[in-house]
Nanobody
Framework: VQLQASGGGWVQVGDSLRVSCAVSGRTSNWHSMGWFRQAPGKEREWVGGIILSIDTASYADSVKGRFTISSDDVKSALYLQMNSLKPEDTAVYYC?????????????????????WGQGTLVTVSS
């Protein structure tokens, strides 16, 4: 299984940017995917996630209403559409996947709850 994030870059305040996560390998046993970010000197934080069986996403309060997570029909790619970007959104963005364990539609927000990680893509928002 491989996850590869791409699409980061340098943007200005208020701009939009979409980052992508290419997925290869078996995904039929995955429960959910998520986006995390890590700013310099800070801990990795959950941005949002999507439960694959119901194709429904949830978001951190800091990005709610500005960011949207989606996936393609065959779960070969995960996207993070970021609008109205702010300087505090500057971070390395990571995609991650969690294997299915039992049943339940729960959003997992801690890094240690995820099994696979992409390498990250840097988003810089300049004021």
């Amino acid at each position: 299984v491989q996850l590869q994030a791409s699409g980061g870059g340098w943007v200005q305040v208020g701009d939009s940017l979409r980052v992508s996560c290419a997925v290869s390998g078996r995904t039929s046993n995955w429960h959910s995917m998520g986006w995390f970010r890590q700013a310099p000197g800070k801990e990795r934080e959950w941005v949002g996630g999507i439960i694959l069986s119901i194709d429904t996403a949830s978001y951190a309060d800091s990005v709610k209403g500005r960011f949207t997570i989606s996936s393609d029909d065959v779960k070969s790619a995960l996207y993070l559409q970021m609008n109205s970007l702010k300087p505090e959104d500057t971070a390395v963005y990571y995609c991650a996947a969690r294997l299915r364990r039992g049943y339940g539609d729960i959003y997992y927000s801690r890094p240690q709850e995820y099994d696979y990680w992409g390498q990250g893509t840097l988003v810089t928002v300049s004021s």
